[in-house]
Nanobody, 125 residues
Framework: VQLLASGGGLVQSGGSLRLSCAAS????????MAWFRQAPGKEREYVAG????????YVADSVKGRFTISRDNAENTVYLQMNSLEPEDTAVYYC???????????????????WGQGTQVTVSS
């Protein structure tokens, strides 16, 4: 299994980025998928994710209304559209996958078996 995260970069405050997580060795439509982020000196933080069936999506309050998670089954890829970016969004963003997480545990990093390598997002003020 491999999760390849990409799309990070440097953007000004108020700008947008779209992160991609291309999966191989698993099918994103059959796994719970999520994005987490980790800023320097801080713990890994849940951003957004969806349940294994895709019927439940949970977005963290800190990014609600600005970030959207989606998937392309044909491309076997999960996306994180990030709008109205703020300097506080600066972090390394990771995608994660697991096929046994229950919906109430989507935001629990220790429940995820597979992780991507991370992509850096830097938002300048």
């Amino acid at each position: 299994v491999q999760l390849l995260a990409s799309g990070g970069g440097l953007v000004q405050s108020g700008g947008s980025l779209r992160l991609s997580c291309a999966a191989s060795g698993l099918t994103v439509s059959r796994y719970a998928m999520a994005w987490f982020r980790q800023a320097p000196g801080k713990e890994r933080e849940y951003v957004a994710g969806y349940s294994r069936t895709g019927g439940y999506t949970y977005v963290a309050d800190s990014v609600k209304g600005r970030f959207t998670i989606s998937r392309d089954n044909a491309e076997n890829t999960v996306y994180l559209q990030m709008n109205s970016l703020e300097p506080e969004d600066t972090a390394v963003y990771y995608c994660a996958a697991d096929n046994s997480i229950i919906s109430s545990q989507l935001n629990n990093a220790v429940q995820y078996h597979y992780w991507g390598q991370g992509t850096q997002v830097t938002v300048s003020s």
